[in-house]
């Protein structure tokens, strides 16, 4: 479905409610309990976020831009003259644009994020800014299947961006089966101009049935081999990876148990906020952070027809974060077919922009 946002058409697969009670239901009857982090991303705690990207512990935003920013002309370079630019959560936009003035006459961007109210205001600002960019939102889950846009104009390149480290929210098998989709979808550019192909579904069949639909010779678009463009945070101490997800300020617990108080605006469930605590914790052996959120008392929770009883000191896993060594990541990426070409890191080895062709 299209929804027209002023001038914006947004090409829609947001996921339902119903999901979201399905998902919380089924991941508090396990133990350990979870909550997807996905969910994490409504409108607050999406405002959340942002300011988390803010804050002074939380490096990982503001190392992303720097890279961006000092070594934008030779990312540019590497990628290419003429691409399309799918953004995968790129949210708020600002590493994109950053990015985007740099490239050398991109054709078109799609920006791909779960956040509706971010997404069109973002793509608002795009056109105003880059006016000779086809810029087409779509609002979706990018983990799941979801068709691209109709582009008007041939490409040189698709390129993913997959900015931010959310990679490392998945786990590594997930991470691994991703970029699989990934790989699959930049290697199957060359129907760039099919209307609705829809992603993810076996897409090298799909990149077939694009072919043979529109009767397109081999090698007739998209001329070069697809890319990626992902952003990754780097193991390092506890200490530094800690204090990113504790901070001074207490955002990253706002944004933690908004979880809660979203489960309560939009389900029916009654979590008193007050009676759980936000906790993170570098889990050094499997080389992630994990946020949780701990039950402060004895108590029971109600979600629509369920109850969930939690002791003191029981927890709901809210979050994982990955952290990978740079050959970690060439390793899993190269398991799917992308080629390691580069990586742009800042002086500390805090943060890599790896750049992976087919
Ligand atoms: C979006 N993602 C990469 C963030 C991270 O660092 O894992 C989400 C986040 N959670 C707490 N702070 C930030």
Not at 82 to 93: M, P, R, V, Y
Not at 101 to 130: C, G, H, W
Not at 286 to 306: F, K, P, Y
Request: hydrophobic share 40%; proline share 6%.
């Amino acid at each position: 479905m299209n929804r027209h946002a002023g001038q914006i058409a947004v090409l829609d697969f947001e996921p339902a409610n119903e999901e979201f009670c399905e998902q919380v239901i089924a991941g508090l009857s396990q133990h350990p309990r979870t909550l997807p982090c996905k969910f994490f991303y409504d409108e607050t705690g999406s405002t959340f976020f942002s300011k988390i990207c803010e804050l002074p512990e939380y490096y990982i935003t503001r190392t992303e831009m720097r890279i961006l920013r000092e070594r934008g002309g030779e990312i540019a370079n590497a990628v290419g003259r003429g691409i399309e630019l799918i953004g995968l959560g790129t949210g708020a936009g600002t590493k994109t644009r950053i990015l985007l003035d740099n490239l050398e006459a991109p054709v078109a961007y799609v920006p791909v994020d779960i956040s509706r109210e971010q997404l069109t205001q973002s793509a608002i600002a795009f056109r105003k800014r880059f006016p000779a960019l086809d810029v087409l939102p779509v609002c979706a889950d990018y983990l799941q299947p979801f068709d691209l846009p109709p582009r008007s104009r041939v490409a040189n390149r698709t390129v993913v961006y997959f900015p931010g480290s959310t990679i490392g929210n998945l786990e590594p098998e997930d991470a691994t089966d991703f970029l699989k989709k990934i790989a699959d979808m930049v290697g199957s550019s060359r129907a760039t101009l099919s209307p609705n192909r829809r992603l993810y579904e076996p897409a090298r069949r799909g990149a077939t049935m694009a072919r043979q639909s529109l009767a397109l010779p081999d090698n007739s678009l998209c001329p070069s081999p697809g890319a990626l463009l992902m952003g990754v945070d780097l193991k390092k101490s506890k200490a530094i990876l800690e204090r990113a997800y504790n901070d001074n300020a207490g955002v990253t617990a706002q944004f933690n148990l908004n979880l809660l108080a979203r489960a309560n605006r939009e389900l029916d469930s009654d979590f008193d906020l007050r009676s759980w605590r936000h906790r993170a914790i570098y889990n050094e052996k499997a080389g992630r952070i994990e946020m949780h959120l701990v039950s402060l008392r004895q108590q029971t929770v109600n979600i629509a027809d369920a109850a969930f009883s939690f002791a003191p000191g029981e927890y709901i896993i809210t979050e994982f974060s990955y952290k990978y060594s740079p050959s970690e990541m060439i390793a899993l990426a190269g398991a799917v077919g992308l080629r390691f070409e580069k990586i742009w890191t800042d002086e500390q080895k805090l943060f890599g922009l790896f750049l992976f062709t087919l």
